[in-house]
């Protein structure tokens, strides 16, 4: 694997020099260059074959935001660097609906060990987004797929597969979606796409620390049809609301009497992942009298691939979406589904969401 070109741009001088610091030495770095402006950032874009960038997410300009203003510029994957506050936190996720793929956040870089395993995983998330399509693709892909101010569903409605016999009517339905890397900007675009009187619960599982989650929920409830929260452990799945599982926790359903509920859990802690695809997906794989319709969004990795053998075992009528690689960030995820043979069909982002709704209409409901 070639050696990576990297910018940082971050408001302090102190976490620029610690940063450089500890990547200039690394095998993996060729060269790190560092701004405390965004202006100068942006100049260096246009003179020097930068790989990645890592941004500041305090970073801001006043005609457009900072992400946008690199994406224009060159098309490269953007690491955002946060601080772990809530302000903070916010704004991740609103830079990763906006086209940054991923973020780390920031330590104190005085403490050798925090700083050291801070290096780790910076440079790992790096090797891994610059070695996905060279992701020529953040910014032509958010181009490609911009947000809408208003859901538009006619505009992106989808033929459904008819060949797929309608399971009986009186069967609940529940709709499970999951995704990684890139998906902060995929659920955006999926939950635009609900229409007005959607009448059915969505699980959601987004790989994301504890914090991000709340707050990408909140993000979420903001733009479209259908209210959005992050689960709470214990509560009765109502229609009409989409469930993020938070951070640091897996998210299962269970019946429970006439209804479903959320079940939160730590364990089992072997799992790559926490919250996991595949432990949601399976837990829906397990009740009865359901119809499941799943979708698998951009992500690294193979989580809810498993899972969906699972529900296609339990109910041979469940729909099975994937987000095609013309428009996954990184399809790792989606292709592991794929490669499953249970996958009904393979849609561009923009249309998952008005798919979801095609096929619950189907059944009559």
């Keep these: 694997m070639s050696k990576l070109n990297i910018l940082l741009i ?18 993996a770095v060729k060269e790190i260059h560092t701004t405390t402006s965004l202006v100068k950032g942006l100049q260096i874009l246009k003179h020097i074959a930068v790989d990645i960038v ?33 302000d903070q936190t916010a704004k991740t996720v609103v830079a990763m609906s906006q086209g940054a793929i991923d973020f780390i956040k920031k330590v104190d870089f005085k ?12 440079v ?25 101010e208003t859901p538009d569903v006619e505009n992106h409605s989808v033929q459904i597969v008819e060949t797929i016999p309608a399971p009986h009517k009186n069967k609940d339905i529940l709709v499970v979606i999951g995704t990684s890397t890139g998906g902060p900007r995929a659920l955006h675009q999926v939950i635009q796409q609900i229409p007005k009187g959607f009448n059915h619960p969505i699980l959601i599982v ?7 989650t709340q707050s990408l929920a909140e993000r979420l409830n903001n733009i479209g049809n259908i209210h959005v929260k992050e689960a709470e452990q214990g509560e009765i799945i109502q229609k009409r609301i989409a469930y993020v599982a938070p951070g ?58 498993d899972g969906v053998t699972a529900i296609k075992q339990n109910e041979k009528e ?48």
């Design 111 to 122: 403490e050798e060990k925090k700083a050291v395993q801070f290096a780790t995983n910076l």
């Design 10 to 27: 971050d408001h302090s001088e102190e976490v620029c020099h610690n940063v450089k610091n500890l990547l200039e030495n690394n095998d």
């Design 248 to 305: 640091n926790y897996h998210m299962q359903v269970k019946r429970y009497r006439t209804n479903f509920k959320i079940e939160l859990t730590t364990e089992p802690s072997h799992l790559p992942h926490r919250p996991s695809v595949d432990f949601l997906f399976q837990s829906v794989a397990k009740l009865q009298n359901v119809h499941t319709i799943a979708a698998v969004l951009t992500g690294m990795g193979r989580d809810g691939a």
């Design 54 to 86: 890592i941004l500041d997410v305090t970073i801001s300009n006043h005609k457009e935001p900072a992400i946008m203003s690199i994406l224009n510029i060159r098309v490269l994957p953007i690491i955002v660097l946060a601080a772990p506050s809530v």
């Design 318 to 365: 469940a729909i099975i979406l994937t987000e095609s690689k013309e428009t996954s960030v990184i399809d790792g995820m989606p292709r592991a589904v794929l490669d499953t043979n249970d996958v009904t069909q393979v849609l561009r982002i923009e249309k998952i969401g008005s798919a979801i709704a095609a096929y619950t209409k189907k059944r009559g409901t």
């Design 206 to 212: 987004q790989h994301m620390p504890a914090g991000f």
């Design 124 to 148: 790992m998330k790096m090797q891994h987004v610059n070695s996905a399509n060279r992701l020529r693709s953040v910014a032509k892909k958010v181009k490609e797929t911009p947000l809408q």
